[in-house]
């Protein structure tokens, strides 16, 4: 049996943790919702199944992945956010989706911040990507709020064209690091 350990990340007011059998549900509610219209879905609850295995798996191909964010008081999963890199992307890259109901929160700025310095500050990368689709305004503005810039476009071959949005560099980081959530 493959043993791969995920760490789990704490800002003020989320715990971001490895993905668990226990958080199908919510992935299936997103995934046969119109929420997930950017990143595949809707999907069948089968194929719901398929994205939340293959969410563990990353981690353990990769040695990264992206985390189930949790409130901190509720313990009630409100998104999946974190680092990505499928074959077939660009680069590496910070991905969110938030479950319904959580947006306009700051969540997923905040949850994005942590993954980022977790990349920079422990990861020991020195660049990190968002793919946005152009229409997809809710996650444009977070790309923006992050301080990421345009940098040109990609074409996926399921996706279509993305906008590729470079989120700033750790020598660019005035106030970042290991208390971003430690």
């Known amino acids: 049996m493959m043993r791969y350990e995920i760490p789990q990340l704490e800002t003020n007011r989320l715990v971001l943790r490895g993905p668990q059998q226990s958080d199908f ?29 293959l969410e563990a798996g990353h981690w353990a191909l990769r040695g990264f992945g992206r985390w189930i964010v949790v409130e901190r008081d509720s313990n009630t999963p409100v998104g999946n956010i974190g680092l990505w890199y499928p074959h077939g992307w660009p680069e590496a890259e910070i991905g969110w989706d ?28 020195n660049t990190v990507i968002s793919l946005v689709d152009p229409k997809n305004t809710s996650s444009l503005k977070l790309a923006q709020r992050l301080g990421a810039r345009h940098d040109g476009n990609f074409t996926h071959e399921r996706y ?3 906008q590729i949005w470079r989120h700033l560099s750790p020598d660019e980081i005035v106030n970042g690091g290991m208390e971003a959530y430690a």
Do not use: C, H, I, N
């Not at 992935?27 to 295995?53: C, M, N």
């Open 25 to 53: 549900d919510v992935t299936a509610a997103f995934f046969a919702s119109d929420r997930s219209k950017f990143v595949g879905g809707p999907l069948s609850a089968e194929q719901a199944w398929r994205v939340l295995s």
């Open 98 to 125: 938030l479950f319904e109901g959580f947006e306009g929160k700051g969540y997923a700025t905040e949850a994005a911040l942590a993954a980022r310095s977790y990349a920079y500050d422990v990861l020991g990368w």
């Open 160 to 162: 279509g064209v993305m």
